[in-house]
Every structure is written in structure tokens, then in C-alpha cells.
């Protein structure tokens, strides 16, 4: 009965070593796998980034062309506004019965 006693035993130690092997193989797919998952969430992190880099670059050459179109029509106001008040000179000017001098080449 003895050698019975330890092959059961045996038996017993076998199926917790199996236990064991296959919980092992378990943590080690899950430590894989979260590592993997942290490894995407990085790469993800580093993507959105660069696309926030991209996207503040991309802005700021948005601004720097549409302050450049603000101040050309900025400019073409002042110059239409000068142009308005020449005119407007030179009408009250013309009823005084004097006039603006131009050189003519």
C-alpha cells in the first residue's frame, strides 16, 4: 500500500505541477499582453503628438497668411480712404476756385 500512497501522491504533485504550468504560461500571455497594450497606448500617445504637432504648425501658417490677407486689405482700405479724401480735397478745392498742384511728366 506504501507504493500506492506515492504513486497517488505523485498523481497529486503532477497535477499541480500542470496547475502551475499552465497558470504560468496564463500570467505570462497576460503580462504580454498588457505590456503589447501599453506598448499601442505609448505609440498612440507619441501619434497624437506628432498630429498636435502637425496641427499647431499647420495653424500657426494659417494665422501667419491671414494676417498677411488682413493687412493688405487693411492697407487697400487706408488707400481707398486717402483716395476718397483727395477727391473730397480737391471738389472743395475746385468750388474755392483753386486747385491741387500736379506735376505732369
Do not use: I, P
Request: glycine share 0%.
Amino acid at each position: 500500500m506504501s507504493v500506492d500512497m506515492s504513486a497517488e501522491k505523485m498523481t497529486k504533485v503532477e497535477e499541480t505541477l500542470q496547475r502551475a504550468v499552465a497558470l504560468k504560461k496564463l500570467v505570462n500571455r497576460w503580462r504580454n499582453s498588457h505590456t503589447h497594450c501599453m506598448w499601442q497606448m505609448t505609440l498612440s500617445q507619441r501619434r497624437n503628438l506628432y498630429a498636435t504637432l502637425r496641427m499647431q504648425d499647420a495653424m500657426e501658417q494659417e494665422l501667419a497668411l491671414s494676417n498677411r490677407q488682413l493687412l493688405m486689405v487693411r492697407q487697400a482700405a487706408l488707400h481707398e480712404l486717402f483716395e476718397k479724401e483727395h477727391q473730397q480735397y480737391q471738389q472743395e478745392l475746385s468750388r474755392m476756385g483753386k486747385a491741387f498742384y500736379e506735376e505732369r511728366l
